[in-house]
Structures are given as structure tokens and as C-alpha cells.
């Protein structure tokens, strides 16, 4: 049990905060420099944000930062997220969760989400384990890993979250590492100011249950995307995605033009207020009703 | 054979999928409304898109009959499986139209050549426009009516169309003008003025112009028979009534994403059948807990699993009072008439909204797709207003008040934070394992909250003699049915009690059950389920029950004559 650090940030919680990680937890660093994210590059105002979780380690998150809060079912942040950007597109909204309930859990949703270009930011702490129910495998455990459930080693093969995103032609798809806290926080401050949906995953090490992927393992296997890296190449981003020994960090592709979800609904051609600050339209709601006659 | 139809004539057209059933009922309900004719219509069809066989009644009455018949007075069958289809249906008063050479069937026809007259005016397609021609024809309905009817109807698809279709109309006429005149067939049906002015609407249509009228501004939904059409009529006019619908992925996305929007301040609706709303039930317990408003439109069908994909029932009713992990309270609506379904989903919004508790609105597949009138002035906006608050800086979402509800604010609106958990939570709405506060939310939730909701609660519609001894107490769709088999029953000590709220009761419901010394529930399904909640909540003692779960509607005369019975 650790508690948080001494007031810094406006996003700090105005208490002291019990928090449930344990010490040493890769999500430390993460709430850290998401904080700092909000604050130092994007000078967000609290108000304006809402953070989304599912369930797990990481989906605890939210409960560590002094903003508004959706804390919801397992697998089930991406579809609540974009319930409330599409309810007030004013709002910044940022997922915070783990691989297990992004990628596993909430699967289908993660696809859909894509799909729509919600003008989101999920960032998947991605520690290759399942963290709060003790050791599982995580849809992102590598084969062969040992756990409590796959006592002879995991023997499906893991996802690869960047490119399924790419597939899904997400359009803002990045790789961060815990680790390097000052790079990972430069990646997040560019999910978040990109307009449209964006994807971090975010390597973390789990010091308790996954004694393979440590800090050490990530430290070695990490690098920067070079800076002649085209991130406007969807195909050469597919073709960084997939190497496997040696992993590549940063934005891999990103395309900031398209329509957003909520552009597309058409809600907000004529009328840019959230959906709250709206009267009811009973004079058209009575002229459809007379039509009916 | 001489004919004589008094007060009540019931047309059955029956079909393929696909072969024009829909459009004969659209243009003879729409026209004989016109007139000024009650008209009531509800449809049977099969799981397919084409082909198979299905059934649309029409039910023209003096006396505004709202309920399904089995009897036919006047039969369409427009293919050779109609005939066996309705068999049972039919009797020797019975007048059948249709094509002897299509239909080979050893029934005493009035013999139409449908599709030799179609083709004659140009296409096949017109034979729709001559049958329903036949009908108003027989009837000596209100040529100019009839013809300024297809003409605004037509108008959209060019002036050749519309010719064609008057063509087609008037040759149908004067065939059933003829065949009402050689086969002494006439009609003494009642018209009221009322009903030209009278707002024309299906049951799904009353839920979603109520849902509109009670300020709905958000639908996610995934399609699923008999559900659909209210996401259908949400994305239709969403942008003129600024109504944001869509189409989810699958419901639980669909019920997440109605949680989300509502959190940040949309008034939302959900519409889904009994498979959907089982997928659904974790986020209705993240409802409870999180104490978000959720207003739930569910369109019954017979199930387990699959089911009868397109028939109705009343077997979900254990399914809404029961869904969810843990303990939290809930709301359950039961509409029976169109404006039932109006009003009850207007108010659902501002319930849900007010006491941030599930609503749910049972309705079924015999409910959505029936088509029948509503006094347009009865149609009024909920006046209710936005519970939203503007926070202050101290705000806590989950603030314990002396009646258990927490002012409601939204994120972005004030100066305070909305923090809302599935995780049993403190005041400020983050996570806690503090076993006092959990009792301090329990009591909030369940016990405080349930005393409010109590005094909401709607009465059960009481029909019949103040001094029964009698009493059937029915639900939901079977309102109207209930109320035409007590007139036709004749019984004088039976009354029938109609629940449009399931749960919870509202607190006249003991006495008026223990009033009937026989007491029969009558429900859409095999094992009672309405009968075994009144049960357990207010102890009563049932004597009888009527149950039907083959997926057909209860009919008027199966009623009346189970009624004799009692």
C-alpha cells in the first residue's frame, strides 16, 4: 500500500489516497505522467475531463486524479466513453484501462470503437498479465508464459494491439513504455490533442505476477520510432507493427483529418451545444404527431 | 347467400411475406379511417422475410373494438397456403375474395381476377391497389376520399403511378360494388366524426412519441424483432427532433453507451427483446449502483433463447423484475392501450431521471405492431423539467438526503466533480470498503428510495362492478381484449383489474384482489409469472389462472369463454 505523493498538481486528489497498487506498480509512472499530460502539455481543466475505466489494476486509475469520473464494468469503458463524448463533445474523455479489459474483456467494443473514430483517447496499460484476479494470462501474454491457469504455458498466440488498430484504421495508433516516462508523456499529450480516436498501449511492468516481462525485459527490447518514421504511412506503420524482438516506441500512424463519431451523427451540424443545454422540440415532436392524423 | 355486417366487421388479408399483405392494410385502415371509421388493425407473420404465411386483421366497429378476433368476416387470400392457414378461422358467413385459378381451394369464393386486372392496368404490383379497391367498394366507401388518399400517397413516385393506382383503385371499386349487390352484402358500421381528426398510430409508435414527448434526446440500441421499430422511428427523426440514434454493435454496448450518455447528460432510451435484455442485465445492475437513470423499452416475444422470433408473449416479465446482480430497485411499466404508451414512456424518462433508478416498459409483439387511433389533444409534452443540477465546488454525487436521492449533476456543468463507480462508493463516489457506508447505501438504494418510489406507483384500472366478487387481472397488451370478453361474458359479479405498473405495486392492490373471491390472473405465458409476484408481494390468494404461451395473442372469444367459466 502506497500513498500518493504530496500536492503538485491541480489533478492531484485533494487528500491523501490509499492507493491499491502495490509498490513498484508500472501504473504508478502512468498516473504520473498523465497528470503532467493534462497539466503541463494540454492545460486541460479538470472539469472539462472525464476519465473512463473498466476493471482491473489499471482501470483504478481514475480514482487517483481529481477530475470527474465513469469507473464502469469490466470491458465495458469504450462504449460508456462514447456514450458521454457523444452526449458532450465539449468534454475531453480518456479511457484508462488494462490490456485484459481493453483488448480481452472488451473486445468487440475496442473494435466498434475504432470503427466510429469516437474523439477519444484509450490508453491500455499493457502489462501481459491479468494484475487483480492474480496472475492470469492477458490476451497479451506471450506464448509460453507460465501462470496459474496455463500451468503448461500460454499456447494462443497474443494480440498485436497496433495492428489490429491499424487493420481497423484507428486514426492515432502509439506504442509507449512505462519506463520512459518523459517519452510515454509526450505520446499521450499527442493521443489526447488529436481529434479523433486514439490509441496508446502502454508497456508496464507487473512486479508481482509476470516475472518475464519486467522492466529490464521492456528496457531491452524498447526503441524509438526513428524521426523519417512517416506516421501519414499506414502501410510502413502495419510493417513496424509487427516486429517482434526488438519493439518500436512512438506514434506509428496518424491521421487527423477524418470526421469524428460525433460529427458524423449529424446532432451537431446546426446546433453545437451538448445535448443537456437543449430545450425540447415539441413543436416538431407535435407536427410529426399531426402528421400521423 | 345474403350478408348483413352490423357494428363489427373483421377483414383478415393473409399472405406471403412479401406479396403485398402490408400495403393492402396501409391503404384500406388509412382510408376507412379517413372516413371516419374505428379501425383497428394487428398482424401475425412469420420469422422470414419472403415467402411463408402471413396475417394482417382489420376490425372495423361501431363501438371502437381494439382487440383481436378469431372470427373472419371477410377473408383476403392472396396465396394457396392463406386458405389452410386461417382454417380455423372460418366459418359458412365468411365472405372469401380471392382467385378461384390461384387458389385452388374447394371454399365457396367470390371469384376476382386480382392479377389479370393488375396486369391490365400496367403491373402485377397493382393488384394490392385493386383488392383494397374491392373492399371499399363493397363497403360503398367514399370514392373521393379514397382517391385523394392514393393520390397523396402516390404522389412521391410521379403522376403515372398515381394514375395507375386510381385506375386500379376505381376498377376494384366498382367489382365490389358489384359483388356487394348481386350477393346482398351490406355493412351498418357507425362512423364518428372524431376519428377523421384522430391521430393514426402503431404501438411502437405510441412508445416513441412518448419517448419523444418526454424529452428524449438519445438512442442506442441493437436491432432485435419485435423490437426494432422504435430505434427505426428514434433514427428517422433524430435529426428534425435533434434526437442522436444509434445503431450499437450489440447490446451491451448498446446499454454502456445509454449509461454513458446519460451520465453526461442526455435523457436516453433503450429498445431491445428478451435475448437483448438478457445480455444487458450486468449494466442494469452498473444502473443500480451507480444510480445513472436507464429507461428500457422491451418488446416481449416467446422465448427461451430464440424462441418465436416474430410472435408474442408476456414471459419476460421474471427476466426485468429479477436482472442484475446484487440488490437495487427498479421500475416496471406494463402499457395496454396506445395512450398508455405514450404517457407511461414520457413519465418513465422523468422517473428515471428524478429517482436515477432502472424504468423498464414491458410491451410485446402483438403491442408494437398494432395500428389504432389516439384524440391528437391528449398528445401533450411532459412538463416535467430536467433534474440536472448545477454543481458547486463541495459537490458529492452520492450526497445521503433524507429521501435517498442525490442531486444529479452532470461532468462540465459547475464547478464540481461527477464521479460515479461500480464499486460500492463513499459520498464523493470513489471506491470503499467501509461497511458503514455500504449499510449507509443500501439504505439509500434499496429502503429510501423504495418509499419514494412507492408513492409514484401507478393504480391498477379497476373495469367493471364496483361489487364484484370476481376478479381477472390481466397486464400489458391484454387490456383491451380483457375489457371486450367482460362486456361479451355477461357476467355480473366479474370485474377485470389491468396493471400497467408490475413493480412495485402501487398500495391499492391488496384490497382490490382480496375483494375477488376468485381470483384469476390471465397472462401470456405458461407458469404465471405476474400471478406468483402478486403472490409474494402482497399475499394474496389465487384461485384460477388463464395462461397461453403458444405465441398467439389471446383472442376475444377464448377469453369470453374462459370468463363464462369463472
Known sequence: MALAQKNTNEFDMPHETDIAWCPGCGNFPILQMLKKSLRDDLAIDPKDLVLVSGIGQAAKLPQYVKTNMFNGLHGRALPVATGIKAANPRLTVVVTSGDGDVYGEGGNHFIHTVRRNVNITVIVHNNMIYGLTKGQASPTSEKGLVTPTQPQGVYVDPINPLALSLSLNASFVARANAGDPEHAQKIISAAIAHKGFSIVDIFQACVVFNKVNTYKWFQDRVYELDVQHDTSDRQMAFVRALEEDMLPMGIFYQDEGRETFEEATGVYDADERPLYERERQWNTIEALINAKK | ?566
Open chain 2, 1 to 566: 347467400m345474403a350478408h348483413h355486417i352490423k357494428d363489427d366487421l373483421s377483414i383478415v388479408i393473409s399472405g406471403q411475406a412479401g406479396q403485398g399483405i402490408q400495403s393492402i392494410e396501409y391503404l384500406l385502415t388509412h382510408i376507412l379511417k379517413l372516413q371516419g371509421y374505428h379501425v383497428f388493425a394487428v398482424k401475425e407473420y412469420m420469422s422470414r422475410v419472403r415467402g411463408g404465411t402471413n396475417s394482417t386483421e382489420v376490425r372495423i366497429s361501431s363501438n371502437d373494438r381494439r382487440a383481436f378476433v378469431d372470427r373472419i368476416d371477410l377473408f383476403l387470400p392472396l396465396d394457396k397456403s392463406s386458405i389452410p392457414h386461417c382454417a380455423d378461422r372460418l366459418s359458412k358467413e365468411t365472405i372469401i375474395i380471392g382467385e378461384q385459378k390461384r387458389l385452388e381451394t374447394d371454399y365457396k369464393l367470390l371469384d376476382v381476377p386480382l392479377l389479370e386486372i393488375a396486369h391490365d392496368v400496367g403491373n402485377r404490383i397493382f393488384a394490392n391497389t385493386v383488392a383494397a379497391g374491392v373492399v371499399l367498394g363493397m363497403m360503398q366507401s367514399d370514392r373521393a376520399i379514397a382517391e385523394d388518399y392514393i393520390r397523396s400517397f402516390f404522389s412521391r413516385k410521379g403522376d403515372e403511378i398515381v394514375a395507375k393506382n386510381i385506375d386500379a383503385l376505381m376498377r376494384g371499386f366498382k367489382i365490389g360494388e358489384h359483388l356487394a349487390f348481386t350477393h346482398e352484402i351490406t355493412f351498418t358500421i357507425e362512423k364518428d366524426e372524431a376519428v377523421k381528426e384522430a391521430v393514426f398510430l402503431t404501438g411502437i409508435e405510441a412508445v416513441g412519441f412518448g419517448a419523444l414527448a418526454g424529452g428524449c434526446n438519445f438512442c442506442s440500441s441493437y436491432p432485435m424483432s419485435p423490437s426494432t421499430g422504435l430505434l427505426t422511428f428514434l433514427a428517422q427523426h433524430g435529426k428534425e427532433c435533434g434526437v442522436l440514434a444509434e445503431q450499437a454493435t450489440d447490446e451491451i454496448g448498446a446499454i454502456n453507451m445509454n449509461l454513458g450518455a446519460w451520465y453526461a447528460g442526455a435523457r436516453g432510451i433503450i429498445t431491445t427483446s428478451g435475448g437483448g435484455f438478457a445480455l444487458m442485465t450486468e449494466a442494469v445492475s452498473l444502473a443500480g449502483i451507480t444510480e445513472i437513470p436507464l429507461v428500457l423499452h422491451l418488446a416481449q416475444r416467446p422465448g427461451p433463447a430464440t424462441g418465436l422470433p416474430t410472435r408474442t408473449g408476456q414471459e419476460d416479465l421474471n427476466l426485468v423484475r429479477y436482472a442484475g446482480h446484487g440488490e437495487f430497485p427498479r421500475i416496471i411499466f406494463a402499457p395496454g392501450s396506445l395512450m398508455q404508451a405514450y404517457k407511461i414512456t414520457a413519465h418513465a424518462m422523468d422517473l428515471a431521471d428524478e429517482y436515477q433508478v432502472p424504468v423498464i416498459i414491458l410491451t410485446d409483439q402483438y403491442f408494437v405492431d398494432l395500428l389504432s387511433t389516439i384524440e391528437s389533444t391528449d398528445l401533450k409534452e411532459s412538463k416535467d423539467k430536467n433534474h440536472v443540477i448545477e454543481t458547486k465546488s463541495d459537490y458529492q454525487r452520492y450526497e445521503l438526503t433524507d429521501n435517498g436521492i442525490s442531486p444529479r449533476g452532470i461532468p462540465g456543468y459547475g464547478k464540481g466533480f461527477v464521479c460515479v463507480d461500480s464499486d460500492e462508493h463513499d459520498e464523493s463516489g470513489h471506491i470503499t470498503e467501509d461497511h458503514d457506508m455500504r449499510d449507509a447505501m443500501t439504505q439509500k438504494r434499496l429502503y429510501k428510495k423504495a418509499v419514494a418510489l412507492a408513492k409514484v406507483a401507478f393504480a391498477p384500472e379497476v373495469i367493471g362492478p364496483k361489487d364484484y366478487t370476481q376478479l381477472v387481472v390481466v397486464w400489458g397488451s391484454n387490456y383491451h381484449v380483457a375489457k371486450e370478453a367482460l362486456e361479451r361474458s355477461g357476467k355480473k359479479k366479474l370485474a377485470v383489474a389491468h396493471f400497467s405498473q408490475l413493480y412495485p405495486l402501487h398500495n391499492s392492490t391488496k384490497k382490490i384482489l382480496a375483494q375477488g373471491k376468485k381470483l384469476i390472473v390471465c397472462e401470456n405465458n405458461e407458469t404465471g409469472q405476474f400471478a406468483n409476484l402478486l403472490e409474494v408481494e402482497t399475499k394474496c390468494t389465487i384461485t384460477g389462472r388463464i395462461n397461453r404461451s403458444n405465441g398467439k395473442p389471446f383472442s376475444v372469444e377464448y377469453l369470453t369463454s374462459q370468463f363464462k367459466k369463472i
